[in-house]
């Protein structure tokens, strides 16, 4: 790693006994191959620092190995991780190290560098400055969401979860993840109304792209 | 007798899609989360209703549709910056898949004997420096000196207490007895006698 050198990982060829069952997890290799860009993406967005970002999502693979003889597969692999991520960030959050941190960090995310990675889609130069405004004004009103509403959101539009999926990786009532949803959304509705050329732009936008 | 029209009716007959005509709101804030963040499983009447709505007013369509598109556009430009971020990173270090097979025997052994030899290597060091520490060995020869010295001290001694002991000293034994032994005596000694003188 960058900053905290190399992580090694228990090999995975270990033999767990003739009495343990198979699990997806047991081939690290692969888990980490197809599951790692979408853990760290998500911890990104939740805490915004790069490093404790990967940090964290070193220690998810870490303990999804460690605890792979209790997943019972009643979930999708990537439920189980996201949910021992968000556990994770829960946790990491709560320190006041990391409050600190926050202000301070150099690892801390952009808005301008996550703006700069809005897909063109052959916009005009106004366009496209429209939509890195959007993504901005969309980065900085979901960091000051609470915790449990800005999970509830990532989780929905980020990894595009059903409803029920969220209430299992976050252990909330269905009720309780739409309200808290809902309230994100009218947050971010109001702001995204407030910008200019939010609305009156997307006519000419939608012209542009059609 | 003409058949009552809803509102949303009497709207499109006018062609129009202002809902303050209507006479009704536009979406309330539970209305639109239903929309955005419902799933078609979950879609109740409320949601039927708002999409009747959307239908019949192009504010809240155009609002529902910019709103879909940001979040669209946040959720691909936050995926694609963690890619990049991701990939300008150092890879993980994983294990290699394959069991402690015989292919890894010999590497244990070698880091084993290694191991060894480095833990053997101090520990001879630091004997040869036990067995045959320069101060010890010097303290050993000067024992040995001492000793030998000691034995000639006594000698040396025993010798000069016999002297003294001795009622005439060596070197006084002819005074002594002049008579014992003339010839020897006067051949010993280098001085003349008053005979000698004589003749």
Same mark, same amino acid.
């Given at each position: 790693m960058a900053f905290e050198g190399a992580q090694m990982f228990?090999?995975?060829? $270990?033999?767990?006994?003739?009495?343990? +069952?198979?699990?997806?997890?047991?081939?690290? =290799?692969?888990?980490?191959?197809?599951?790692?860009?979408? $853990?760290?993406?998500?911890?990104?967005?939740?805490?915004?620092?790069?490093?404790?970002?990967?940090?964290?999502?070193?220690?998810?693979?870490?303990?999804?190995?460690?605890? +792979?003889?209790? #997943? +019972? =597969?009643?979930?999708?692999?990537?439920? @189980?991780?996201?949910?021992?991520?968000?556990?994770? !960030? +829960?946790?990491?959050?709560?320190?006041?190290? #990391?409050? #600190? @941190?926050?202000? $301070?960090?150099?690892?801390?995310?952009?808005?301008?560098?996550?703006? !700069? #990675?809005?897909?063109?889609?052959?916009?005009? !130069?106004? !366009?496209?400055?429209?939509?890195?405004?959007?993504?901005?004004?969309?980065? %900085?009103?979901?960091?000051g969401l609470s915790a449990r509403q800005r999970s509830i959101f990532l989780l929905r539009f980020m990894e595009e979860m059903e409803i029920p999926e969220i209430a299992t990786v976050t252990g909330l009532p269905l009720g309780t993840v739409k309200s808290h949803l809902y309230r994100a959304l009218a947050i971010i509705r109001a702001q995204h109304v407030s910008s200019p050329n939010n609305i009156k732009t997307h006519g000419a936008t939608t012209k542009e792209t059609e | 007798m003409t058949p009552q029209l809803t509102t949303e009716q009497q709207a499109a007959q006018a062609g129009t899609t202002d809902c303050a005509l209507l006479g009704e709101?536009?979406?309330?804030?539970?209305?639109?989360?239903?929309?955005? /963040? /419902?799933?078609?499983?979950?879609?109740?009447?409320?949601?039927?209703?708002?999409?009747?709505?959307?239908?019949?007013?192009?504010?809240?369509? $155009? %609002?529902?549709?910019?709103?879909?598109?940001?979040?669209?556009?946040?959720?691909?430009?936050?995926?694609? *910056?963690?890619?990049?971020?991701?990939?300008?990173?150092?890879? @993980?270090?994983?294990?290699?898949?394959?069991? *402690?097979?015989?292919?890894?025997?010999?590497? *244990?052994?070698?880091?084993?004997?290694?191991?060894?030899?480095?833990?053997?290597?101090?520990l001879q060091v630091m004997r040869r420096h036990t067995l045959a520490p320069p101060a010890a060995s010097v303290s050993s020869v000067a024992v040995s000196n001492t000793a030998s010295d000691t034995q000639s001290d006594e000698a040396l001694l025993e010798d000069v207490n016999s002297e003294i002991s001795a009622s005439v000293p060596t070197s006084m034994q002819a005074l002594a007895d002049p008579t014992a032994d003339a010839s020897t005596a006067n051949n010993e000694t280098s001085v003349p006698t008053t005979d000698q003188r004589k003749d």
């Open positions: 228990p090999s995975t060829s $270990v033999s767990l006994g003739n009495e343990a +069952r198979a699990t997806p997890l047991d081939d690290l =290799e692969n888990v980490v191959a197809l599951y790692q860009p979408r $853990v760290f993406s998500f911890l990104l967005a939740t805490l915004r620092d790069r490093d404790a970002a990967e940090t964290l999502t070193q220690e998810t693979f870490l303990r999804a190995w460690s605890a +792979r003889a209790s #997943f +019972r =597969e009643d979930c999708s692999v990537a439920t @189980w991780l996201i949910r021992i991520a968000l556990n994770l !960030a +829960r946790d990491h959050t709560r320190t006041g190290r #990391f409050r #600190f @941190w926050k202000r $301070v960090t150099a690892s801390a995310v952009d808005v301008a560098e996550v703006a !700069a #990675f809005v897909p063109t889609h052959e916009r005009s !130069a106004e !366009a496209q400055l429209i939509a890195k405004q959007q993504v901005a004004g969309i980065w %900085e009103t979901v960091a | 709101t536009h979406l309330t804030g539970e209305q639109f989360g239903a929309l955005m /963040g /419902g799933t078609t499983g979950t879609a109740g009447p409320e949601v039927a209703a708002a999409e009747a709505h959307l239908l019949v007013c192009e504010q809240c369509a $155009v %609002e529902l549709a910019s709103l879909r598109e940001a979040i669209s556009l946040f959720r691909e430009a936050s995926n694609a *910056y963690a890619d990049e971020e991701l990939r300008s990173r150092p890879r @993980w270090i994983l294990p290699a898949r394959r069991s *402690y097979s015989q292919s890894l025997i010999p590497a *244990y052994w070698v880091a084993a004997t290694a191991m060894f030899l480095t833990a053997l290597l101090p």
